[in-house]
């Protein structure tokens, strides 16, 4: 039986797996200076092939301006001082909103991970909710709470609440019930049962959560930006739409991405740190 459930050595595994494990063992050798210019060469690709269409005339200047020309735009809009006001205020705006969404979510998916009676009364309201696009709430959120910063804010949190709410929630229904029965054992309960043993338990879930409803905050705040915005990236992109300034659209969608991968990095970091600490 032990040798039936005894791991295979090198020697034992198949050609598949051999090259499998040491290919990753090399990449996972490689310094960070290194990751990184990996990283670069799809971007550098799509911007060799921006280059490309836009200066063969497969495209027209209206349709896809060259890269040049949104450099050009960038600095016009730095000249003005705009620019940075734009991302300021959404990256403002998406922190704001991710924070509250993401508490709220940590609450409620404890809740309903932890408790059948809240599953039961809670989680069936919440996936229908879960499935109304961003803009529908966009009428509501003029009606109820107008058009200042409160309603943008508002419905950035929301989209940030839902990876996190379902995240947590599915992942503390399968904590191991070995070691929450081992905890009780030694008096932990309630609260502290959850903060000690069941939400480090979760602790790469909860991330992974975190690093979605990150990622929808981004999503959301163009919809948000559409709730009488007079500045951030959202307003940016939509304006530019309207005024045919496709060179300054390109800059906001570019600006997104450039903003929206940061701030995942950080989590991305915060991430690696809580592993280390709690989920070892």
Do not use: C
């Amino acid at each position: 039986m032990a040798a039936d459930i005894a791991p295979r050595s090198e020697a034992a595994q198949t050609p598949a797996e051999a090259p499998a494990r040491s290919t990753g063992s090399r990449l996972s050798r490689i310094p960070g200076w290194g990751r990184l210019g990996l990283g670069l060469i799809l971007p550098a690709l799509i911007l060799a092939l921006w280059q490309t269409l836009s200066s063969t005339g497969v495209f027209t200047f209206v349709q896809l301006p060259p890269p040049l020309a949104v450099v050009d735009a960038a600095i016009e809009l730095i000249q003005r001082n705009d620019l940075w006001i734009h991302v300021a205020i959404s990256v403002q705006r998406v922190l704001l909103g991710f924070v509250l969404g993401a508490v709220l979510g940590l609450l409620l998916g404890s809740l309903v991970g932890l408790s059948k009676l809240a599953d039961l009364l809670v989680a069936p309201t919440i996936g229908a909710f879960r499935a109304v696009p961003s803009l529908a709430w966009v009428p509501l959120l003029l009606l109820w709470i107008g058009l200042g910063e409160d309603s943008k804010v508002t419905l950035i949190a929301i989209g940030a609440f839902f990876p996190v709410y379902t995240t947590l929630a599915a992942s503390l229904r399968h904590v191991d019930t070995n070691l929450v029965e081992a905890a009780r054992s030694f008096g932990y309960s309630g609260l502290r049962l959850l903060l000690t043993v069941q939400l480090p338990a979760v602790v790469p879930s909860i991330f992974s959560g975190l690093r979605l409803a990150l990622a929808q905050a981004w999503l959301f705040l163009v919809a948000a930006e559409l709730l009488g915005a007079s500045m951030g990236l959202g307003f940016l992109l939509t304006d530019s739409q309207n005024n045919g300034r496709t060179d300054r659209l390109l800059l906001a969608i570019v600006l997104l991405a450039i903003f929206g991968k940061i701030t995942d990095a950080l989590l991305g970091y915060l991430e690696r740190k809580a592993v280390a600490r709690w989920a070892a």
